[in-house]
Nanobody, 124 residues
Framework: QMQLVESGGGLVQPGGSLRLSCAAF????????ITWFRQAPGEEREGVSC????????NYVDSVTGRFTISRDNTKNTVYLQMNNLKPEDTATYYC?????????????????WGQGTQVTVSA
């Protein structure tokens, strides 16, 4: 079955770092745009950062610029989100999502495939 699996979440102190992974099974990510979303308790799901199938990237949340970096390794069929200088406001469940084609989209409705999520908690 086609599946996305997130990993790398955990509990971290403010100012710490985490690296999230999104691995695809049953299909290749080479020709998909991949977006990391996050959802905090009681909040709507929001787009965080996207990597297009042609190598470009887009941040949808201003507060992550300079702290979060999205990247892709096609040999491992995996997309990463490197998160540095984490803040309590970053606490959420993080999901990766894939849509065929080159373009990135910030709305959840555009995406065909979703992982189950990985929890990130930033607390002193």
């Amino acid at each position: 079955q086609m599946q996305l699996v997130e990993s790398g979440g955990g509990l971290v102190q403010p100012g710490g770092s985490l690296r999230l992974s999104c691995a695809a099974f049953g299909f290749t990510l080479d020709y998909y745009a991949i977006t990391w979303f996050r959802q905090a308790p009681g909040e709507e799901r929001e787009g965080v950062s996207c990597h297009s199938s042609r190598g470009g990237s887009t941040n949808y949340v201003d507060s992550v610029t300079g702290r979060f970096t999205i990247s892709r390794d096609n040999t491992k069929n995996t997309v990463y989100l490197q998160m540095n200088n984490l803040k309590p406001e970053d606490t959420a469940t993080y999901y990766c999502a894939a849509v065929p084609g080159y373009d990135c989209y910030g709305s959840p409705e555009a995406y065909d495939y979703w992982g189950q999520g990985t929890q990130v908690t930033v607390s002193a």
